[in-house]
């Protein structure tokens, strides 16, 4: 499976980015799929995430202003981030959790998914 994201960029406080995660060798339908980000000296954190059913779960820092979809007939992951702030500046991976149902993509735990992307920088200035 190859995962290949794009989209980030540089953007002020209070604005938005759509980041996007293209999957080959894979169907993103059925699968518990998620955006990850890792801000330099932290540790790697589960940002949001969607199962099998659609179902979508998000780090409380997020709800409310990111949300994560995929595109079934395009086999493309997206996280639209609005009202970006500073902290949400980081590297931005998606990833997907091939074995172990969809309890993954509730935990949000890194370790759980076993590929990933090259990652895309989102970086929010004030």
């Known amino acids: 499976v190859q995962l290949v994201e794009s989209g980030g960029g540089s953007v002020q406080a209070g604005g938005s980015l759509r980041v996007s995660c293209v999957v080959r060798?894979?169907?993103?339908?059925?699968?518990?799929m998620g955006w990850f980000r890792q801000a330099p000296g932290k540790e790697r954190e589960g940002v949001a995430t969607?199962?099998?059913?659609?179902?979508?779960f998000y780090a409380d820092s997020v709800k409310g202003r990111f949300t994560v979809s995929r595109d079934t007939d395009k086999n493309i992951l997206y996280l639209q981030m609005n009202n970006l702030k500073s902290e949400d500046t980081a590297m931005y991976y998606c990833?997907?959790?091939?074995?172990?149902?969809?309890?993954?993509?509730?935990?949000?735990?890194?370790?759980?998914?076993?590929?990933w992307g090259q990652g895309t920088q989102v970086t929010v200035s004030t």
């Open positions: 990833a997907v959790a091939r074995w172990g149902g969809d309890v993954w993509c509730y935990r949000r735990q890194p370790l759980n998914f076993d590929a």
């Open positions: 969607i199962d099998s059913r659609g179902s979508t």
């Open positions: 060798d894979l169907s993103v339908r059925g699968t518990c």
